[in-house]
């Protein structure tokens, strides 16, 4: 039978007040430590698959020297005579 979620959240805490040296008026600090170590560790990992399938970004990319990216090419720059 597995543990219950409180009841492993309980455990947590009751180790990382041990490993605090018992130290007396902390005790919601350590339930919101284990309470995280808990609920972060019951997560699902985000699937490699659909992180690898999506594009990068929208639409075609921009190359650093394009004009898409606002540079101007050398010949395009307007002479003020």
Not at 15 to 30: L, M, P, R, T
């Amino acid at each position: 039978m597995e543990p219950t979620l409180e009841h492993r959240i309980r455990e947590r805490a009751y180790e990382i007040w041990h490993a605090d040296g018992q130290a007396d008026g902390k005790a919601h600090e350590h339930w919101l430590a284990a309470e995280r170590e808990v609920l972060s560790s019951s997560l699902p990992a985000p699937s490699l698959a659909l992180e690898a399938s999506a594009p990068p970004t929208a639409g075609k990319p921009v190359r650093a020297g394009s004009r898409a990216a606002g540079q101007r090419s050398a010949g395009s720059k307007k002479s003020k005579r």
